[in-house]
């Protein structure tokens, strides 16, 4: 088995009570002033979710929910893909199983309409989320290894002004909630010195200082199908080399035996 966690993309109208009962639970774990009231108005906001379990005993330990629109890029139709609440229990922290079914997903969406582009909108509070886009996808803004056109830059920042309003800072990028939002518990992945010298984590820190208050740092991000299979191809060979290391280690400490 490549994963201990198994992934599952679903409609978030089948979801069961359990399920969001769990999901919330899973916020309140990670992020401090998570209330029931804003979570279910979020997750109404949603069209699907991406449910993360372990793959042995079935317990819920992560999920993403994701809401799809369409938009016009420089009079260009194209799909858009926003993720919305994303949580992974820390206990499952470096597992992959997320990316693998957000690609699933996005594959899915970008052949459904290949002549389309398929942009993805991310809201990002902590740096292991930015990470995520980043590391996988070239064209996400912002970055500082890549100059973006004008009219993506353009697009990003009059999309982000029309679904949040005055909420949106347009000159530094960032998103802060007039009502109460939650933000990263203190002591969960905290930005110290050994994360700081990598230069995506400096760059988010840099962009969003007020990540520590719940402010989140908007990106948007094409996906490209070729980007998708390299990802998921950087992601099994992670695994495959994972399982290697453990299947010598065992080997060796049965031969000491």
Known sequence: MLSALKGAIV???GLTELQRSQMLSLMQLCYAG???????????????VILLSVRRTGELVGFSTLRVAEGLMGGQPVELVFSGDTVIHPDHWGQKELQVQFCRFTAWRRLRRPLRPLLWLLLSGGYKTYLLSVNNFPRTIPRYDWEPPAER???????????????YDPERGTLR????????????????????????IAFFAERNPGHVDGEELVCLTEVRLRDLALAVGRILVKQVRGLTRRGLRLIGGRARA
């Open 177 to 200: 909630f007039e009502s109460q939002h939650y933000r990263v518990r203190d002591g969960i992945a905290p930005i110290d010195r050994a994360a700081a010298a990598h230069p995506h």
């Open 153 to 167: 830059v353009t697009f990003m920042h009059e999309l982000a002004q029309r679904w949040f309003g005055s909420q």
């Open 11 to 13: 409609r978030r109208d």
């Open 34 to 48: 998570v209330s029931a009231e804003r979570f279910a108005k979020d997750l109404e906001e949603k069209q699907y």
